[in-house]
T-cell receptor, first 117, second 114 residues
């Protein structure tokens, strides 16, 4: 069974600085997707960035980028030029095929990011 | 706005009572998920619908839980004889093909069982 581990329950970053959130996963599959989701306090969870396992190039979305190390099963999120609005819970997620022929998502326990003014 | 609404946003109930939550997609999407999220944890898969068919259920979904999706549009999740351990956030999510098969989450229903 696949697992997703986020070992940092909480992280802090100074506004305008850079922070990296860690995620490791375990799987025997070769074809899968990895995601970072953001869940602001009392607000909906939204997708930040995704990475396809067969792509070696790391995904980038504006200030958000990932460091995908497939052999090490590591998938970290880097947030550059941190803003107050980045404060949220961040969840790493793994996607594979479920038994019903659709996607099945497995989430980590999350990292709470605090942004200090 | 992710195009998914959930009602109610908060529900407080006494142990032993039945509760029902609703998930409404703004537009039609054939694949719908329910998750449970307890404090300090990530979302855990409960069940999945393709149109009106419930195709997969987690072992977390005990006999007290039932989910429906009549006509393949909105979905309901009912919990009978609630227990304090049912206290959690219940999230609904849609898989949107036109958005690269990404999941879009609703705001969730926070259930507190006293």
């Amino acid at each position: 069974a696949q697992t997703v581990t986020q070992s940092q329950p909480e992280m802090s970053v100074q506004e305008a600085e850079t922070v990296t959130l860690s995620c490791t996963y375990d799987t025997s599959e070769s074809d899968y997707y990895l995601f970072w989701y953001k869940q602001p306090p009392s607000r909906q969870m939204i997708l930040v960035i995704r990475q396809e396992a067969y792509k070696q190039q790391n995904a980038t979305e504006n200030r958000f980028s990932v460091n995908f190390q497939k052999a090490a099963k590591s998938f970290s999120l880097k947030i550059s030029d941190s803003q107050l609005g980045d404060a949220a819970m961040y969840f790493c997620a793994y996607r594979s095929w479920g038994t019903s022929g659709t996607y099945k998502y497995i989430f980590g326990t999350g990292t709470r990011l605090k942004v200090l003014a | 706005d992710t195009g998914v609404s959930q009602d109610p946003r908060h529900k407080i109930t006494k142990r032993g009572q039945n509760v029902t939550f609703r998930c409404d997609p703004i537009s039609e999407h054939n694949r719908l998920y329910w998750y449970r999220q307890t404090l300090g944890q990530g979302p855990e898969f409960l069940t999945y619908f393709q149109n009106e068919a419930q195709l997969e259920k987690s072992r977390l979904l005990s006999d007290r839980f039932s989910a429906e999706r009549p006509k393949g549009s909105f979905s309901t999740l009912e919990i009978q004889r609630t227990e304090q351990g049912d206290s959690a956030m219940y999230l609904c999510a849609l898989l949107k093909r036109e958005m690269g098969n990404e999941q879009f989450f609703g705001p969730g229903t926070r259930l507190t069982v006293l």
